[in-house]
């Protein structure tokens, strides 16, 4: 696959064929990332991050394509990668720093967006099975609120809503308390 | 609804811009003044993001390839995992929580994987229903047809499409199709909705495909209601006997590989195909016969069937998942296997066996075909040395330091001409040289330098290079175009003795090999086991680059008729071999277009489940050891030969039992039972469905209703001029004798003909079958009884045979003493040498893996050796670093204390900086620039009261050392004076409440770097 069918597959959101053909890069993206000092068990966790933010990213239309999927994803895993690192004390930070600035600069990175985002993903564990999927249904399949107030028995489209936005409530809180403990570690 | 919820409602509106414009200009005023609803905005936006990010890695993780155990990551690894002697304690905790994070994270998408595969099958659920097929009402009929239409158009998963399988229903019944049988036809009955495409799984294996809209009822219209398919599969011999299926067009014999009856009814009435429609049948089979055609059953009105109007069979070819073929070739996967571990690889993986093969294509300068002999890969993967040999070329590629000594190349021919001119080329210096075997000696020049002294001899070429300065890599071709060379060695004789190590020679370019493992060959015939077989052969053979290329450049043509032209071109065993490849006829992919989706998925999933279950069966193997295999073996040997010596048992019983004489009943009934016993059951693989799709089959497009053949001629026998006399008597009108030759599914009815009857046999046949052939008779008795007889004779040897034996049978019993008469034992015995082949093979890589992966042993513990010393050296230098690192540390707190003996805490800490930038391309800076800086010292003075009494006032200046990330270190006073001691002391103080300040810069990056200014004390 050129990278033109991929971008084109992913915007479709038929997502198979692209991920299977970025994984065919995954043993040299290993192979980076372990120089970097990147344990091999955390490889496939972070790689599959980055194919996340990478079709994240794609489907934004504005999205262009600077440079080879292999090496914006590449990019992507050494920041993820950086992010990570930085509470781990990892010794190889300053290379890898150096690396990104080099090599990956055109890899738009928000590493505080990113930290945060990890930080949601727990948030998200937290609140109910029946919250995470009315929230799926809306912001990641795009459904309608009448047609998820009928696909998860809700007696309406209004209390669907309601709904949903208690579940939101919810999450804002947890979301609040994790990100000051971000701001103070110690608390 | 609450103020809180009615924010979220209006940031969700105001977030996917569905906020009317009015309220979005208030709300934006609102959102400059309040940093809360800013807060909030974002969290919300972020939280959608992530709830996106969620779903899309169960997406991610839901695609992607599966991993080997050792490579997917979980939380048992940590304990194997060396990384903490490296980390620090804080570094496992810190991985501690990402675990324990990742793992409730891992544990979620998979919930969410195994939701969206629930979703799928509810989606397929009516296709789901395995055997019985509700009839469903036009609308609901209409919505299932989309909705799958859109799956097979969108490409995504097949797999939950399974095949309708058909129910078996006995009924009374003596006629079928026209034709008259002796016991009731084990009709298949299944539903079919005719408004989609339809995949039928038979019972004995065959598979049906029906398009939609193929059948039309007596009025010429399209049938838009439930289908019921009547199928009868006659795949075996006794079938064919039960059935009275002879095998004859006109007066031709045939041999047959298998019969089905396919009848579409609705309701009762018989339905007919539209015109131009066609449906496909697949007929399994073990030996594929490229012979074989496909018959029209045409019934002769006196309850027989002549076989008509025959027609070609198209050797269809059906596309795999790349993924599942393997292209490498036999032999590399277990050297590389036997080297484990490697690197950071404790297990060797697909992956890693690809790279490392790929890998080798860098040494190949040449685009011509190479055989690599030889490889040595270094600690670093790289390939330190390969040896290869061409036909027509040898490029030796060697990655060495820069080293100068002698090397030495030598090229084994056959036959070296006298006087024949060679080239050869180093890096880019080509030189020329001659054999003159008498003097048993070439010298190779460039530019009137000898470089490298050339000794020929009759069937071997030994170059010597002279104090060569190899380079970094260094390419050495030979050119030497039509002297067969068949091995060249280059050996650094200063350089390490490499052990060398081979596997089967391999003709093919690494990277033209990775270059067809592409999707965009995933609908040509690439994609296919076939190919993978040639590919195998390819690899093998010499000119195998052009061959490959030959299947390249013609995908649209058909696989035999490529097959053909490189049987043309090769030599040997290899033409010997590529002639049996064409003689399979293979053609190409069967039609891509939408229709056939249906029938392609299933051979997909049916290779797929075959590829799991063979990987299953290896790891098994894999896990045994070699006493255990051995026992297998055994056992496996054992079961054998009882198996045989049953099968002898019953041959004998079944003879004695037909051809006793009439009225007398040698044994009784329980003993048909015993006999009829399946005995092989427990051998059978657990495959109660033969399968067409893992295994070779007939494919047919056929459209018409009744009885179909797979037969070829067998004109050897009709013509034959051998006449044996069977001695019968003419019996009862409602009796048939037939001539049958046993290893043939062949069965030919005889006519009476006044003394008895008459079979032929050819003359000089071609093998050994007919002298193994067989006469029996059925006749039919009253109530629903038989009698049957038979005898086994050699044509060849018997002046006549006589049927007279033979006894009395129910129907029941009929069928039995049929089923081992010829049993599909043949297949059976097949399926039998086919596990034998496969185990023998394992037991065969196993012991090459051994030997292999002892002697890598021998060599690792030399290594290992090795490597332990430099471990010692290694960590010798790590100690003596990490003592003066204390001592350095221990020292620099001593000093510490000595510049500030009451420990003051002027909260900067005191390190031993790296370099210094003297300087920067940027300063570093306060944030805010120097008049923040002002501002902020200004702001923080406290005037000594001390320095007031004693009026002191002047300025100090202070150095300080500014790192990588801002931090203020080592601040100090520059000139220290005794009289000032007060204000510098309140100096250093407001220094040390500085903030971070933004860091030097150095080409980009930050950099360390020192900076110094003054602190004014004026009083007024």
Redesign the interface.
């Given at each position: 696959m050129t990278d033109q069918e991929i971008l084109v597959c992913i915007r479709r959101k038929e997502f198979e064929r692209p991920v299977k053909e970025l994984y065919k890069h995954l043993p040299k993206i290993q192979g980076v990332l372990m120089k970097y000092g990147a344990p091999e068990v955390l490889v496939p966790e972070i790689f599959n991050d980055s194919l996340v933010l990478l079709l994240e990213k794609t489907q934004d239309p504005s999205f262009q394509l600077t440079s080879k999927f292999s090496t914006y994803v590449t990019g992507i895993c050494l920041n993820h990668w950086r992010n990570e690192s930085r509470k781990l004390a990892n010794r190889n930070l300053v290379d890898l720093d150096v690396e990104i600035a080099q090599t990956y600069a055109f890899v738009d990175y928000d590493s505080d967006k990113e930290e945060k985002l990890r930080l949601l993903d727990v948030v998200l564990e937290k609140i109910q099975d029946r919250c995470k999927t009315l929230l799926r249904l809306f912001y990641f399949e795009n459904k309608r609120m009448a047609e998820i107030a009928e696909e998860m028995g809700f007696s309406s489209e209004k209390s669907a809503k309601t709904q949903k936005y208690k579940c939101m409530e919810k999450a804002h809180e947890l979301a609040k308390k994790e990100f000051q403990q971000l701001q103070n570690p110690v608390a | 609804?609450r103020p809180?919820?009615h924010d979220?409602?209006r940031i969700?509106q105001y977030l996917d811009g569905s906020m009317p414009a009015a309220e979005k200009i208030l709300f934006e005023q609102e959102l400059t003044v309040s940093p809360a609803l800013q807060e909030?905005v974002e969290?919300?936006s972020?939280?959608?993001?992530?709830?996106?990010?969620?779903?899309?890695?169960a997406?991610?993780?839901f695609?992607?390839?599966p991993?080997t155990p050792a490579?997917?990551?979980?939380v048992g690894?940590?304990s194997k995992?060396k990384?903490p002697i490296i980390?620090?304690g804080?570094?496992v905790a810190?991985?501690f929580t990402?675990f324990s994070?990742?793992h409730?994270?891992r544990k979620?998408t998979k919930e969410a994987t195994e939701m969206v595969a629930e979703v799928r099958n509810d989606s397929n659920n009516n296709a789901n229903d395995d055997s019985a097929y509700n009839p469903v009402t036009a609308s609901e009929m209409s919505d299932t047809t989309t909705s799958e239409g859109d799956n097979i158009a969108?490409g995504?998963d097949f797999t939950y499409q399974p095949a309708r399988r058909t129910v078996v229903e006995s009924r009374p019944q003596r006629t079928i199709g026209g034709l008259e049988t002796w016991v009731s036809p084990e009709v298949q009955r299944v539903l079919i909705n005719p408004n989609k495409e339809e995949l039928v799984e038979c019972r004995d294996g065959s598979v049906v495909f029906i398009p939609k809209n193929t059948f039309v009822d007596s009025n010429g219209e399209i049938v838009k209601e439930t289908v019921t398919l009547e199928i009868v599969e006659a795949l075996t011999y006794d079938k064919m006997v039960m059935y009275n299926l002879a095998t004859m067009n006109g007066k031709n014999a045939l041999v047959s590989e298998g019969m089905i009856y396919i009848q579409p009814k609705r309701g009762t009435e018989e339905l007919q195909f539209a015109p131009g429609k066609s449906i496909q049948i697949e007929i399994p089979t073990a030996n594929y016969n490229s012979e074989m055609l496909a018959w029209k059953g045409v019934p002769t009105g006196d309850g027989n069937i002549n076989w008509e109007d025959p027609k070609a069979i198209e050797n269809f070819l059906t596309t795999v998942p790349m993924?599942s073929l393997d292209f490498l070739p036999n032999g590399f996967r277990e050297e590389v296997q036997s080297t484990m571990p490697f690197k950071?690889h404790k297990q060797s993986s697909k992956?890693?066996e690809d790279?490392l093969y790929y890998a080798l294509s860098s040494f190949n300068t040449s685009s011509s075909s190479n055989q690599w002999n030889s490889i040595e890969i270094n600690e670093n993967g790289e390939i330190v040395k390969a040896i290869v040999t061409t036909p027509q070329k040898s490029t030796v590629g060697m990655k060495t330091p820069s080293t100068t000594g002698q090397y030495n190349l030598s090229v084994n021919f056959d036959n070296l001409p006298k006087n024949q001119k060679f080239k050869v080329q180093v890096n880019q210096g080509k030189f020329e040289a001659t054999s003159d075997i008498d003097n048993n000696h070439a010298t190779i020049n460039y530019t009137n330098l000898a470089v490298a002294n050339v000794r020929v001899y009759s069937n071997q070429c030994e170059i010597v290079f002279n104090n060569l300065n190899l380079a970094r890599d260094m390419a050495l071709t030979l050119d030497c175009k039509s002297i067969d060379c068949d091995g060249a060695v280059l050996n650094g004789n200063n350089g390490t003795q490499v052990p060398e190590v081979k596997w089967d020679k391999c003709y093919l370019n690494p990277s033209s090999v990775r270059a067809i493992y592409d999707?965009?060959f995933a609908s040509t015939f690439i994609a296919t086991p076939e190919f993978q077989e040639r590919l195998q052969a390819l690899h093998r053979m010499p000119n195998a680059q052009t061959y490959l290329d030959l299947y390249l450049q013609n995908l649209d043509k058909n696989l035999h008729e490529i097959d053909a032209q490189i049987a043309q071109k090769a030599r040997g065993t290899d033409r010997q071999r590529f002639l049996d490849f064409a003689s399979q006829k293979h053609t190409n992919v069967r039609n891509t277009g939408q229709d056939f989706a249906l029938l392609r998925n299933y051979y997909a999933t049916q290779q797929d489940k075959m590829h799991r279950a063979s990987q299953q069966r290896q790891d098994l193997y894999a896990k045994k050891n070699a006493t255990e295999l051995a026992e297998i073996q055994n056992q496996f040997n054992k079961m054998q030969l009882d198996f045989a010596k049953k099968k002898a048992a019953i041959n004998d019983d079944f003879d004695q039992m037909v051809n006793a004489p009439k009225g007398k009943n040698p044994r009784s009934n329980e003993n048909i039972g015993m006999v009829i016993s399946p005995i092989v059951t427990g051998l059978i693989p657990n495959n109660p469905r033969p399968v067409v799709g893992q295994q070779q089959s007939y494919s047919v497009s056929w459209n018409a209703p009744g009885w179909m053949n797979i037969d070829a001629y067998l004109h050897e026998l009709s013509n034959g001029q051998i006449v044996v006399p069977i001695l019968a008597s003419e019996g009862n009108p409602r009796g048939k004798v037939y001539q049958s030759i046993n290893s043939l599914k062949t069965l030919i009815p005889l006519n009476y003909l006044k003394t008895g009857y008459e079979a032929h046999f050819p003359k000089n046949p071609s093998s050994d079958i007919y002298k193994k052939s067989m006469c029996l008779s059925i006749e039919r008795l009253e109530g629903n009884r038989f009698h049957l007889a038979s005898t086994t004779f050699n044509p060849y040897s018997s002046e006549s045979v006589s049927l007279d034996g033979g006894r009395d049978y129910s129907e029941s019993e009929l069928k039995a003493v049929l089923e081992v008469l010829h049993p599909g034992s043949d297949q059976i015995t097949a399926q039998l040498e086919r596990e034998n082949v496969a185990i023998q093979a394992e037991l065969e890589r196993r012991k090459r893996a051994e030997e292999l992966a002892k002697r890598r042993k021998e060599q690792m513990d030399v290594l290992d050796e090795q490597r332990i010393e430099a471990q010692k050296e290694l960590d010798a230098t790590k100690n003596a670093i990490v003592k003066r690192q204390t001592m350095e540390r221990e020292y620099m707190q001593h000093l510490e204390n000595a510049i500030n003996p009451c420990h003051v805490n002027y909260g900067v800490s005191t390190q031993t900086s790296p370099k210094i930038v003297s300087s920067p391309d940027v300063e570093a800076s306060f944030p805010g620039g120097l008049y923040a800086l002002n501002a902020f010292v200004l702001k923080s003075i406290q005037y000594p009261e001390q320095a007031i009494a004693q009026n002191l006032s002047g300025k100090i200046y202070v150095k300080m050392v500014i790192g990588?990330d801002g931090t203020p270190m080592n601040p100090t006073v520059q000139n220290p004076n005794t009289t000032n001691a007060i204000l510098e002391q309140e100096a250093l103080r407001i220094v040390g409440m500085m903030p971070k300040w933004t860091p030097a810069q150095n080409k980009?990056?930050a950099v360390t770097s020192s900076v110094s200014f003054p602190i004014s004390f004026t009083l007024n």
């Open positions: - | 609804m809180e919820l979220i409602e969700d909030a969290t919300q972020l939280l959608a993001t992530a709830v996106s990010r969620k779903a899309l890695l997406q991610v993780q695609h992607a390839p991993r490579s997917s990551g979980s690894i940590l995992f990384w980390l620090s804080v570094v810190s991985l990402w994070t990742r409730k994270e979620a969108r995504v993924a950071n992956e890693l790279s999707e965009k990588t980009g990056a």
